[in-house]
């Protein structure tokens, strides 16, 4: 198969605007807002510069390629044999999914907004968004978390800056083009509005003890600073240099193409899990275009999303070297105690179905572009008193875990 490829104009679509007060003064703005921007003094000088990088990614309509990828990734069907043989006892739970609530997953879609054939949507960044991160360059970044002192084949979970996660991970011995997995969905609460929580896939490759790590992500996060409110949101990054320089969330700089006109990267997921109550879940996918080289994501029942180029990438140019699933957050121990920031649902893995988050379903896409079960994945986390995770393997559920856990409590203090 080939590519399909037409020019549209993507008309800008404004969603979720955060409300701004601007009072002007003789050299300087005064800027206050709720939802966690602090009130501050902000030069003109700098308010310029805001302004100036606001225009480039909040951009107008223009002329666009809109493309699809050569191929989807197929099922790789197991005979009988493979299936007894990594079996065991189905789930008896009843599952809920997003995928179930009909156009109603993301908050926007609630009030009856739908975006024009020919339109993406755009969730605009403000002022105020700016101004909770720590600087212009910092705005939409990931902070580096990697220690430059580590076993080449470790995975990228060394709790460096604060960051500690629960996660599974596959080896470094084989070639991956692409991961997938079902997502349990939460809204955990955040202590400082510095701090996240988020679940994801990693898709990665290079050198985790160098500056030339290329990493592709999806999943959903909370971050009051990025968003400034603690909604569980579905997002994207990317990075070709270990989170130094190059790459962002979303579309907060080039680099992730957006092509589906229904959902919002960047916006607010709805519904969302209960303890003990409804479950719901979302389902991501990212994969390498066979043919093109572009890495493609997609969401729910083969729902395209969009692609990042296969140019923004070195190592990820080729293939991937490790697939990561699982949760991570910011510690930034205020106090000198540990933070009480969340991760999933806020419970250890050993409260199992409905009451702790998970992963189920892991696969990755191999080099006949087929989708099979994870095998062989280890886990890891760095502080089982403040964040777990227990996997498991079924025939429903295939690779599957329970993770995450509350943070500071009397033993993880």
Known sequence: MGFVERKKSFPALLLLPLALSLLFLERFTVIYALNYTNYKQVSSLRLKRIHRHLDKINKPAVITIERVPSEMPRVKVMNKEEEEEEGGKEPKEMMMSNEGVKGAWQLWHTNGTRCPKGTVPIRRSTVHDVLRAKSLFDFGKKQRSLSLARRSDAPDVVSGKGHEHAIAYTGTSQEVYGAKATINVWDPS????????????????????????????????????????????????????????????????AGFVQTNNRIAIGAAISPVSSYAGNQYDITILIWKDPKLGNWWMGFGDNTLVGYWPAELFTHLADHATMVEWGGEVVNSRANGLHTSTQMGSGHFAEDGFGKASYFRNLEIVDSDNSLTSAQAISILAENTNCYNIKSSYNNEWGTHFYYGGPGNNPQCP
């Open 190 to 253: 955040i202590q400082l509005v510095n701090e996240f929580s988020l679940s994801q896939i990693w898709v990665l490759s290079g050198s985790f003890d160098g500056s030339d790590l290329n990493s592709i992500e999806a999943g959903w996060q909370v971050s009051p600073e990025l968003y400034g409110d603690s909604r569980p949101r579905l997002f994207t990054y990317w990075t070709s240099d270990s989170y130094q320089a190059t790459g962002c969330y979303n579309l907060l700089c």
